[in-house]
């Protein structure tokens, strides 16, 4: 006749395995990318501290006391 195939059980089966598919491009994004992402953001992290610190001309030293200091604005 006309050369019509019924596919509506293939079509089922398509997407659950898109699905099935998607799911593990998901699951290994997630392992991968997370642990490139909170290696990276550690790595900014300290970075941003170094530069803040330059900035602003921070000292770990205690001013001992009795000793005269002055504050600039």
Same mark, same amino acid.
């Given at each position: 006749?006309? =050369?019509?195939?019924?596919?509506?059980?293939?079509?089922?089966?398509?997407?659950?395995?898109?699905?099935?598919? %998607? %799911?593990? #491009?998901?699951?290994?994004?997630?392992?991968?990318? /997370?642990? $490139?992402?909170? #290696? &990276?953001? #550690?790595?900014?992290?300290?970075?941003?501290? $170094?530069?803040? &610190?330059?900035?602003? /001309?921070? $000292?770990i #030293?205690k001013?001992?006391? =009795? &000793? $005269?200091?002055?504050?600039?604005?």
């Amino acid at each position: 006749m006309n =050369g019509f195939e019924d596919w509506t059980s293939s079509n089922e089966n398509n997407e659950s395995e898109a699905i099935i598919a %998607r %799911r593990q #491009e998901i699951r290994n994004m997630k392992e991968n990318s /997370h642990n $490139t992402a909170k #290696e &990276k953001i #550690e790595e900014a992290q300290k970075r941003q501290i $170094t530069i803040q &610190k330059k900035a602003q /001309h921070t $000292t770990i #030293e205690k001013i001992p006391i =009795g &000793k $005269t200091s002055s504050l600039k604005r």
